[in-house]
């Protein structure tokens, strides 16, 4: 890395001064998102800067390849896993939050293209007003968490019961490489061609970035396709005395495939929500969520999910057990934060027949280590969201994060439900500290092809360096 | 006084889920497009917005970093805050008592109350000596004037020889319900004119009032939004015992600062020894608003040719949910009210609070620019505010963006069409 104040002088050249900070503190405000992993080792980095468009972000990668800089990319701030490499403090941290624009709503290609910046709220609302809707509405974080962060991360999103993982619903990418050229994914490798299927021209390289934690480039516009908007919906929910008949009617549901949203609430997780129904015997809710452009197609839905849940023993509830996440959707964990505490992730995939195995072993060890916890101010939520044809467990991990003994606490159980996951054959989408002792760890040669990739790609490994186990240097 | 907020800030910043909807959040459902002012106004760092003014008292909290190597950057991003309340407004950390409210959650339901850390981390600065010397000024002012201009105190009430009747001052002649002009109104050669309105339709509407002239101290509201906290404890235990001394029961406020201050800050930090005064604390709108509905004004509603926008001032509005007060009184005009996109709980900062009227750091553009320009985009004509720190920063803002639209107080309105 070259000197701070040359490299700052650089960075103003191109963003404008105002947008480009070497203050300490300014820097310290930065060294921080959702997660508890960062505060562990919490370093800020060098110089922050906070690029206006896609050429200025070129000449900032440009800059940083040049002079070997390692640069963090940064959207909303709201990762909860520790994906941000080593923290690296030498390095340029890039504010993705003004590149946040919707380069276009394409409707002869049914899809919309925005820069990476943009909040998954805004974009779901300019759709909306413009009568389209997406597949995938975003994490859970969606008001904050920005649409390239959901990308590089491979997130999982309302609606992917119904659309699947972020992954699914990308159409084609536009990528700065660490050089800083830019590769455009899809059919828009054809310069002549619209944004309008990925599968095209040759390999699927919009997948090579997917996940990919911004490794091997920054993801810089995204297009993901979209709908018409849809003005009906409805929402059931049925709770369960027990776990097999509850799964059965999960797996019914989701084999079906007809609903946006399939939530399985257990336990600890319905202690949350609906503490008079554990108080009934009940283990078990499941909630649904349907969304469609007419009324006959939504009711038609909604018949067939009803019966199905009748036919396994679901005994009906409020349906606003299911409406409230939907119609608030981006607004709960705050507010459960509020109530018990800061939260982590442990969701990960498990098969569609296989997620009740893995279910029983991850609720058994919390139950195991419920007196400590209790002690410890620490708490679980277990939630399964259906996606597509995968089941899906989390558990999240509440802390009281103002006591160094909870977060211990709940760092430990976290890693510990993550290992009963992972070795009940489960499978991580978005990548993370949590995640690489069961998953890339344990296969070299799949993690030799990502660190042969990345040199090919990256051969100062300027882009966060670190991530996914590759190595901070060659 | 300062352990109190200390011990409450401490138990908000570790309450902070992170999640940046205070920077960034844009929602559909109630017209959130913009939660902080200063992502536009300023570079839009994190040290500007709350997340990470937030993140930062917590490396302060536990030792990482020290106040003394505070740098001026941060300085300037601290005090660039117009307390405006909006990141509080719009974080999800609630109350689990008031979930029954929601999504019509009102500010005290927030669990992290914003406003609070940053006014922690300004008396930390002003502990340590290092406000901007634009602040150090000011509060120079508060103290040896005891208003921000650095007037002579005795000028605080000459503004009533400006009217065609009399007003009684309660330190001579007795009387129990104060009306409480604050620091800006009787000085600002703009805020006055409004001042008077408000004064002659109080009248009007048979309301006994009287006011202190120039024994009346200042609220404490602007210093304690400054970080000078020892200053207004001193401010508001001077009030308290004027209070007693002329057995006021009743205040009506100019200022929505004073308001707010009055409403919540001296019950949280003077407890019994204010809440023995019993003294019931109104803004004018709400006794204005009052008046209309009991039909103690005369009014012709001859406006219904004039289109006019209400900008909600964020410490009535936002911080005490008085919403319908000022809309009642600019609907009895019979005046066509547009509402700005942002208006309610989403109102824009005019610029003016938490010391914004007096310092800004460098910026990009000013939000009482872009406020104006907002209120010309709904095609109205006049634009009217209920606030004298509003309506200054406002009319500012109406000449450097060269917009064509007319301020008005709600009372100057309402005087054009009172009989």
Avoid at chain 2, 47 to 76: H, S
Avoid at chain 2, 188 to 213: P, S
Wanted: proline share 4%; net charge neutral; glycine share 8%.
């Amino acid at each position: 890395m070259q000197n701070t104040q040359a490299l700052v002088q650089e960075l103003a050249r191109i963003v404008g001064p105002e947008y480009v900070t070497d203050d300490y503190w300014a820097r310290c405000s930065y060294s921080m998102d959702s997660g508890m992993f960062e505060l562990l080792d919490a370093k800020p980095p060098a110089v922050v800067v906070r690029p206006g468009s896609i050429e200025e972000l070129q000449e900032i990668v440009r800059i940083a390849n040049k002079t070997k800089t390692p640069i963090y990319v940064r959207g909303g701030g709201t990762s909860g896993a520790g994906t941000r490499g080593t923290r690296i403090q030498e390095s340029i941290l890039i504010d993705m939050t003004r590149l946040n624009r919707i380069v276009e709503i394409d409707e002869e290609s049914l899809t919309v293209t925005a820069e990476a910046g943009i909040t998954w709220g805004r974009l779901n609302a300019e759709l909306e007003r413009r009568g389209w809707r997406l597949g995938v509405k975003g994490p859970y974080s969606g008001y904050a968490a920005c649409l390239g962060g959901g990308v590089a991360y491979n997130s999982v999103a309302y609606a992917s019961t119904r659309y699947g993982l972020i992954a699914e619903e990308v159409i084609s990418l536009k990528v700065i490489l660490p050089n800083g050229d830019i590769l455009v994914t899809g059919t828009a490798t054809n310069p002549n061609a619209k944004r309008y299927y990925r599968y095209a021209n040759g390999p699927d390289l919009t997948g090579l970035f997917i996940g990919s934690l911004g490794v091997f480039g920054i993801i810089a516009e995204v297009t993901l396709r979209m709908y018409p908007k849809a003005d009906y919906s409805a929402y059931g929910a049925y709770a369960f005395k027990d776990y097999q008949r509850a799964h059965a009617c999960y797996y019914d549901w989701l084999k079906h495939w007809i609903a946006e949203d399939v939530a399985w609430y257990f336990e600890d997780g319905v202690s949350v929500m609906t503490p008079e129904l554990y108080e009934q015997g009940y283990v078990s809710l499941l909630t649904y969520v349907v969304e469609d452009v007419t009324e006959d197609l939504v009711n038609a839905r909604k018949k067939l999910l009803d019966e199905i849940a009748l036919r396994h023993g679901g005994a009906p509830q409020s349906p606003e057990y299911a409406s409230q996440g939907w119609i608030y959707k981006f607004e709960l964990l705050p507010r459960w934060a509020g109530k018990i505490g800061m939260w982590q992730w442990t969701c990960h995939l498990q098969s569609a027949g296989g997620t009740l195995r893995a279910l029983k072993a991850i609720l058994g060890y919390i139950k195991s280590r419920k007196r400590e916890m209790d002690q410890k101010k620490v708490y679980s939520a277990t939630v399964s969201v259906a996606e597509r044809n995968c089941g899906h467990i989390s558990t999240s991990v509440y802390y009281d994060q103002g006591n160094p003994e909870s977060v211990k606490l709940a760092i430990e159980i976290a890693k510990e439900i993550a290992r009963i996951g992972m070795e009940a054959g489960g499978s991580t989408y978005k990548p993370g500290e949590l995640w690489y002792p069961y998953t890339i760890l344990r296969n070299p040669v799949y993690r030799e092809t990502l660190i042969k990739i990345k040199k090919a790609l990256d051969p100062n490994n300027i882009m966060n360096p670190g991530a996914l186990t590759i190595p901070d240097k060659w | 006084m300062i352990d109190v907020l200390e011990e409450k800030v401490r138990q908000m910043v570790y309450r902070c889920t992170r999640c940046g909807y205070c920077r960034l959040m844009f929602r559909a459902r109630d017209n959130t497009e913009r939660v902080c002012p200063l992502m536009d106004t300023t570079s839009g760092f994190e040290l500007y917005t709350a997340r990470g003014r937030n993140w930062i008292a917590r490396q302060i909290f536990e030792g990482k970093l020290g106040i003394e190597k505070m740098t001026q950057d941060a300085i300037n991003a601290i005090y660039a805050c117009f307390i405006c309340g909006s990141c509080t407004e719009h974080c999800l950390v609630l109350d689990p008592r008031s979930w029954e409210r929601f999504p019509e959650n009102v500010y005290d339901d927030h669990l992290i109350i914003n406003d609070e850390i940053t006014r922690y981390l300004r008396s930390l600065i002003i502990e340590a000596g290092k406000p901007p010397s634009e602040i150090r000024e000011i509060l120079r002012n508060y103290q040896h004037f005891n208003n921000p201009y650095g007037k002579p105190r005795e000028k605080r009430g000459e503004w009533v020889n400006m009217l065609d009747f009399k007003v009684k001052n309660i330190a001579e002649e007795g009387g129990e319900t104060l009306l409480y002009t604050g620091s800006i109104a009787p000085y600002d050669e703009r805020a006055v004119k409004a001042l008077l309105a408000i004064a002659k339709t109080l009248k009007l509407a048979n309301v006994d009032y009287g006011i202190l002239g120039s024994q009346e101290i200042d609220s404490g509201a602007e210093v304690y939004d400054l970080g000078e906290f020892g200053l207004f404890e001193e401010f508001a235990k001077q009030n308290l015992e004027i209070f007693k001394k002329y057995g006021i029961s009743r205040i009506i406020t100019i200022s929505p600062h004073d308001y707010n201050v009055f409403k919540k800050y001296y019950p949280m930090f003077f407890k019994e020894d204010w809440s023995k005064l019993n003294i019931e604390v109104q803004h004018y709108t709400q006794v204005i608003a009052e008046a209309i509905e009991n039909k103690k004004l005369k009014i012709k509603a001859n406006l219904s040719n004039k289109k006019v926008t209400y900008h909600d001032p964020c410490y009535l509005g936002r911080k005490n949910s008085i919403y319908r007060d000022p809309r009642i009184i600019i609907s009895s005009t019979g005046a066509n009210l547009i509402e700005m996109k942002l208006s309610r709980h989403n109102s824009y900062c005019c610029g003016g609070g938490g010391g914004g009227k007096w310092y800004r750091p460098p910026e990009r553009t000013r939000a009482e620019v872009e406020r104006v320009k907002q209120a010309k985009e709904t095609g109205a004509e006049i634009l009217v505010v209920a606030c004298p720190i509003c309506l200054t920063m406002l009319e500012d803002g109406s000449k450097t963006a060269g917009v064509d639209i007319k301020l008005m107080d709600v009372a100057e309105l309402l005087m054009t069409v009172i009989q």
